[in-house]
C-alpha cells in the first residue's frame, strides 16, 4: 500500500473540486464493500457510511429463523439507510456508503419475497413505506458495484469468522447474486461501474486497488489516473 498513501495527498487535491457527490458500492454479502468503502474514504478524503450490521438488534435472529424475523429486519435496515440518505441530502462534501438504501429494498427485501420469507401483506407494507421515502432520495452518482462469484463470497465469509454468518445456505447467496443481477442490469437507472472481483485482492496488492481507482477517475473525472502514479 505505499504508493497508495503516498499519493493520498495528491489524490485529495486532484478531486477537491468535485465535492457533494453521492458514491455507494454495491455487492451481496462478503463481496468486500466495507474494505474497499475504508479504503476508497482515505484515499479520496471522503466521508465513509456503514451498514448497522454490528448494532443491529434482529441480526442474530434473522439467520435464525429468516421467515420471523425478516420484516423487522429490513425495516430496521430501512430506517438507518434513511437516515443515511437524509444526511447524504444535506452534506457538503463526498460521502461513500456501504450499500445503499435502493439494494436493501430491490435486492435483499425481493429475495425475502421471492423465497417466501417475507409474506405479501409485510412486503405490501414495506414497499408503501419505501414510496413513502423515494421522493426524498437521491440516486448516487455512481455505484460500484463488486460483482463476486458465490463460491468467492463464501470464501470470504468463512475467512472473516462472524458466527451469525456461518449457517448461511448456499441457495440464500445464490438467490441474492440473481438479484443483484435483475437489479443491475435490468432495473437501476442510475450509473454503475461493473468491478469484477473474484480475482482482484484490493486490500492486498496495490496493484489491484489502482486497477479499481484508475476506473473510478476515469468514471467520475475524466481523468487517466496512472499518469498520477510515480514511475
Known amino acids: 500500500m ?7 495527498k495528491k489524490s485529495v487535491s486532484l478531486h477537491s473540486q468535485f465535492e457533494n457527490m453521492y458514491i455507494a458500492i454495491a455487492g451481496n454479502i462478503g463481496a468486500g464493500k466495507t474494505t474497499l ?3 476508497l474514504a482515505k484515499y479520496y478524503g471522503w466521508e465513509p457510511r456503514f451498514e448497522s450490521v454490528g448494532f443491529n438488534p434482529y441480526l442474530k435472529d434473522y439467520y435464525d429463523d ?3 424475523w425478516s420484516f423487522c429486519l429490513e425495516t430496521y435496515f ?4 434513511f437516515k443515511d440518505m437524509l444526511a447524504v441530502m444535506q452534506a457538503e462534501h463526498t ?7 435502493y439494494e436493501g429494498v430491490h435486492v435483499f427485501v425481493t429475495n425475502n419475497y421471492l423465497r417466501g420469507d417475507l409474506s405479501e401483506r409485510d412486503y405490501t407494507t414495506y414497499m408503501e413505506l419505501f414510496h413513502n421515502m423515494e421522493s426524498m432520495l437521491r440516486y ?5 458495484y463488486l460483482r463476486k462469484s458465490v ?3 463464501i ?7 462472524r458466527e451469525y454468518e456461518q449457517g448461511m445456505q448456499i441457495d440464500y447467496l445464490k438467490d441474492l447474486n440473481d438479484r443483484y443481477e435483475e437489479f443491475i442490469y435490468k432495473h437501476y437507472p442510475g450509473r454503475v461501474l461493473i468491478v469484477e472481483s473474484d480475482d482482484l485482492d484490493f486490500e492486498n496488492r496495490p496493484e489491484d486497488f489502482r486497477t479499481i481507482i484508475n476506473r473510478i477517475d476515469a468514471e467520475l473525472f475524466g481523468l487517466f489516473s496512472e499518469q498520477n502514479w510515480p514511475h
Not at 460521502?95 to 438504501?101: G, K, N, T
Not at 448516487?140 to 460500484?144: A, E, G, N, V
Not at 470464501?155 to 469468522?161: E, P
Open 2 to 8: 505505499k504508493n497508495i498513501c503516498t499519493n493520498e
Open 37 to 39: 468503502t475504508k479504503m
Open 66 to 68: 429468516i421467515p420471523r
Open 78 to 81: 430501512l430506517k438507518e439507510r
Open 95 to 101: 460521502i461513500v456508503q456501504d450499500r445503499s438504501i
Open 140 to 144: 448516487p452518482d455512481l455505484m460500484i
Open 151 to 153: 463460491p468467492s463470497l
Open 155 to 161: 470464501a470470504q465469509i468463512q475467512k472473516r469468522g
